[in-house]
């Protein structure tokens, strides 16, 4: 099994910065991708930023410029640096990752989620 713990969620004002850290645990041979999807209340949940493992990564539009994700290979980790927060980025962040077993079986887990709150 994998399991996936998500920190550095929270509140913060409007232009401000949090960074958020996924780390990877378990029975976990590689890691092909690791990324993070959000979901507002009352919304689907959508993609924020993927990185695969030689370190290509893809940003939904919404936070080109602002976010950044980046991922430490030898500690199973991926990391969201977001800056120049917005309300709108108010929402549930999860971590999401494929990984694959000792038995070369790739698997996609999700992590259990943090909050991240932007408001004055």
């Known amino acids: 099994q994998v399991q996936l713990v998500e920190s550095g969620g929270g509140l913060v004002q409007p232009g401000g910065s949090l960074r958020l850290s996924c780390a990877a645990s378990?029975?976990?041979?590689?890691?092909?991708?690791m990324g993070w999807y959000r979901q507002a209340p009352g919304k689907q949940r959508e993609l924020v930023a993927v990185?695969?493992?030689?370190?290509?990564?893809n940003y939904a539009d919404s936070v080109k410029g602002r976010f950044t994700i980046s991922r430490h290979n030898a500690k199973n980790t991926v990391y969201l640096q977001m800056n120049s927060l917005k309300p709108e980025d108010t929402a549930d962040y999860f971590c999401?990752?494929?990984?694959?077993?000792?038995?070369?079986?790739?698997?996609?887990?999700w992590g259990q989620g943090t909050q991240v709150t932007v408001s004055s």
């Open positions: 990185i695969t493992s030689g370190g290509s990564t």
């Open positions: 378990g029975s976990i041979l590689s890691i092909n991708f």
């Open positions: 999401n990752a494929e990984v694959v077993d000792l038995a070369l079986r790739p698997y996609e887990y």
